[in-house]
């Protein structure tokens, strides 16, 4: 009887530990989507609701060491950005002006600005979903393929509220719905369109995000992907950022 | 010299480059970005521009423009020429035309070259590299204002620090309008025979140099020139007595003033705000101000706040800026002293307010510009804006406008244009 019971408390304990709370699955998200350095071959389609497209390809390199990032961003088309440069070393950024030569400090807290035009704002570019110390996470349903979480971010944030549809094999995000700060009113959704895998891991490769009240919505795919790739730290640097050479 | 310039730089065209720069081909697989490489190995660009042009004083003008740039880079070597022929005038301009050479300790550029110094948005006290010209006015883009001059910058590079040094072996003084509209000749000089010195040789060599760093949430550079104030003086009045009633100058050399500037710039940023100063002081060969011919020494100051709205991306800046003119007889000044001439209603200082904003709108399809200046002096103000809709990425429909005058009748630059408020209307296609 002991050793049924042994049995059967290791039994429920193993579930206990195989099951996924809010927290966990929201960090795993957060897991698979990161690297210590990447590069990134992204374009970005945006569509008007009459249908009309223009288009913006961007790189960026990036780099985390000690808690701190350091992001390269270079701008190839269209040709009136053509070769602007932004320097983000941690919380500090530049940017390069090829028309001007000229590399100015500005200031980097533009999070809920739209990137280029485009519906990504600045924050969604960085992450489109919360760690488990920035928001409260909560279960709102389980499929066979998914999860259905909730996130309400602790401090001021873009948006009041999150709903994020998990996909349960890769933990990468299916589907994103942004809310204004009342919570109620949904404001962007993102649709994950094609995975693929790259370096043996899932990575999302193109992704839309439509924005609800204008029809707006820009398409990102991912044209080239590298991870965890030793990134010369010259890039990371104003002499880099003036002359986009090492 | 031009002809010199010309012969390296085409020598250096020549040996450019065999592969360009084209985001970060070392990085990502050569067989996606190599035909972007080849692509960009020599890119060819420019705009064409086709305008109408109102001045509410009734006259209208029609204008068209292109602007033609090659670039040739390669890891080494980078060739610019940019060059620009308005229908208007039936001339061509340089607008640049550049040689960089790129090493393990900086670059190295020669030729024709625009350098904007200073932390400044858009109005700068220490930008002292290269003269502005008035010929058209005020324009927003500061950049356009400059004309090219010939020079070699060298620039090194630390890990937080640039450093860059100058020469330039000739000196191109601003232009100032003499004739036409634009014209900012005094009506007493209405018949002056002006003369104007040759600076295109060695002995207006200038030199210089600034040497920026980053400190946390600051920015902060030191600058140094050795060379000529970009403002013409004016001296050898000869006088017509020939009515003596009305005695008038007859004649009048142009007289450079040469200078040392010392100089600081920084930038320091807190959230969505921008703080930018600038300061510095303009030691005159006539330091003494006995020469009327020569501009006085002066301290330059400038201060700024700007502030992006985080979600519009609205970016609205302040700026106060201005000089003070030492040894200005303000009580009783030589009439024909370039200091009296240029001073804002007799005083020995000048203070400005700029204001500036920038709206994107419309995904970025719209953006909307406004900036003015208030001369707070002479009450004289200039108010510029534009609104500039994407038609497609590289088509645009432009309106542009600007505003001079003066709320109280005193004399200043902007009173002198009172009646050239215009609006144009025009496309620009990007190639």
């Known amino acids: 009887m002991k050793r049924l019971i042994a049995i059967a408390f290791c039994m429920l304990s193993l579930c206990f530990l195989a099951a996924e709370t809010p927290e966990s699955i929201m960090i795993k998200v957060m897991e698979v989507q990161s690297s210590k350095s990447s590069a990134l071959d992204l374009l970005l389609t945006l569509k008007d609701a009459a249908g009309q497209t223009r288009e913006r390809r961007i790189q960026t390199l990036s780099f985390s060491e000690k808690g701190e990032t350091s992001t390269i ?46 519906d990504f704002s600045y924050a969604d570019m960085d992450s489109t979903t919360y760690d488990a110390d920035q928001a409260r996470h909560t279960l709102l349903s389980e499929s066979e393929e998914s999860y259905c979480i909730e996130s309400v971010p602790f401090s001021s944030s873009v948006y009041g509220k999150t709903i994020t549809w998990v996909d349960k094999t890769t933990f990468l995000p299916l589907l994103v719905e942004f809310y204004e700060k009342d919570r109620t009113t949904l404001i962007k959704k993102l649709t994950t369109e094609e995975l693929d895998i790259i370096d043996n891991r899932w990575i999302t490769k193109k992704l839309t995000m439509t924005t609800v009240s204008s029809g707006h919505s820009t398409s990102l795919e991912i044209l080239q992907a590298k991870y965890d790739l030793d990134l010369d730290e010259g890039y990371f640097t104003t002499r880099f950022l003036e002359t986009g050479r090492l | 010299m031009k002809r010199i310039f010309l012969l390296l730089y085409l020598g250096f065209f020549l040996v450019g480059a065999v592969s360009a720069f084209s985001g970060f081909d070392a990085v990502f697989d050569t067989e996606i970005t190599e035909e972007d490489s080849k692509k960009t190995n020599i890119t060819f660009s420019g705009s064409v521009d086709i305008n109408l042009d109102y001045f509410f004083s009734g006259t209208l003008e029609t204008s068209q423009e292109l602007d033609l740039s090659l670039l040739v880079a390669s890891d080494k070597v980078e060739t610019e020429a940019s060059l620009r022929f308005e229908t208007q005038t039936l001339q061509v301009q340089v607008d640049n035309l550049s040689l960089t050479y790129f090493s393990s300790w900086g670059t190295l550029s020669l030729g024709l070259l625009k350098k904007e110094w200073g932390a400044g948005d858009g109005v700068h006290v220490v930008d002292v590299l290269n003269a502005f010209d008035y010929s058209k006015g005020f324009s927003e883009d500061l950049l356009a204002m400059k004309r090219p001059e010939p020079m070699a910058l060298a620039t090194f590079y630390g890990k937080t620090s640039t450093y860059e040094l100058f020469i330039k072996p000739t000196y191109l003084p601003g232009t100032i309008p003499y004739e036409g509209k634009w014209s900012l000749l005094p009506a007493s000089f209405a018949a002056t025979d002006i003369q104007e010195p040759k600076t295109d040789s060695l002995s207006y060599v200038q030199f210089g140099g600034r040497a920026k760093t980053i400190r946390g949430n600051l920015d902060l550079g030191l600058i140094y020139m050795n060379g000529y104030l970009m403002q013409s003086g004016y001296g050898n009045f000869v006088f017509d007595y020939s009515d003596p009633s009305n005695p008038f100058v007859s004649s009048a050399d142009i007289v450079y003033t040469k200078t040392q500037l010392l100089g600081a710039e920084s930038t320091f940023v807190l959230g969505q705000w921008t703080f930018m100063g600038e300061g510095g002081y303009f030691f005159s060969e006539d330091a003494s101000g006995t020469d009327p011919s020569l501009y006085n020494s002066k301290w330059v100051y400038l201060g700024g706040i700007g502030y992006l709205h985080p979600a519009s991306q609205l970016y609205l800046s302040l700026t106060y800026h201005g000089h003070f003119t030492l040894h200005y007889d303000s009580v009783d000044p030589l009439k024909l002293d370039v200091d009296y001439l240029q001073a804002y209603d007799n005083k020995a200082y000048g203070n400005n307010i700029t204001l500036a904003c920038e709206l994107p709108l419309l995904s970025e399809r719209l953006t909307l510009h406004l900036g003015g200046t208030y001369q707070i002096e002479t009450t004289g103000y200039v108010l510029l804006g534009s609104a500039k809709y994407a038609i497609r990425d590289a088509l645009h429909f432009i309106v542009q406008g600007a ?12 009173k002198t244009w009172d009646v050239l408020d215009w609006v144009k209307i025009g496309v620009s296609h990007t190639f």
């Not at chain 1, 919380?91 to 001007?100: N, R």
């Open chain 1, 73 to 118: 961003t270079i701008f190839l088309s269209p040709a009136s950005v053509k070769n602007t440069r932004f320097l983000t070393l941690d919380d500090e950024q530049w940017i390069y002006l090829p028309a001007l030569k000229r590399v100015k400090r500005i200031s980097a807290t533009e999070e809920g600005g739209s990137f280029m035009g485009s």
């Open chain 2, 403 to 414: 505003v001079y005058g003066s709320i109280e009748d005193t004399s200043s630059i902007f």
